[in-house]
């Protein structure tokens, strides 16, 4: 199985942008859907962006027009650029593909008012 690991994460005041990404432990060209999902304290995961290995994206509705997911597979890692933060984007945020593998420890974020 392919692991994922996490990086980027920090404290930033709400209107500020953070940039995460995902380490794939072997080549991701035959993933063909790698997401971003984030878990707010005492909420569950949750989707927050998709991408194929054709470029397609796919976001949740409250991310739409602020984050952007991008993945390079010669690299073999998926960022997650995250702007205009809000306070309700706080949460440990993960990637992974599909099939999901073993979660990761994840990247926390926290955004302040």
């Known amino acids: 199985q392919v692991q994922f690991v996490e990086s980027g994460g920090g404290l930033v005041q709400a209107g500020g942008s953070l940039r995460l990404s995902c380490a794939a432990s072997?080549?991701?060209?035959?993933?063909?859907?790698i997401g971003w999902y984030r878990q707010a304290p005492g909420k569950e995961r949750e989707l927050v962006a998709q991408?194929?290995?054709?470029?397609?994206?796919n976001y949740a509705d409250s991310v739409k027009g602020r984050f952007t997911i991008s993945r390079d597979n010669a690299k073999r890692t998926a960022d997650l650029q995250m702007n205009n933060l809000r306070p309700e984007d706080t949460g440990v945020y993960y990637c992974?593909?599909?099939?999901?593998?073993?979660w990761g420890q994840g990247a926390q974020v926290t955004v302040s008012s």
């Open positions: 992974n593909g599909l099939p999901y593998s073993p």
């Open positions: 072997r080549n991701t060209f035959s993933i063909n859907i």
């Open positions: 991408i194929t290995s054709g470029g397609t994206t």
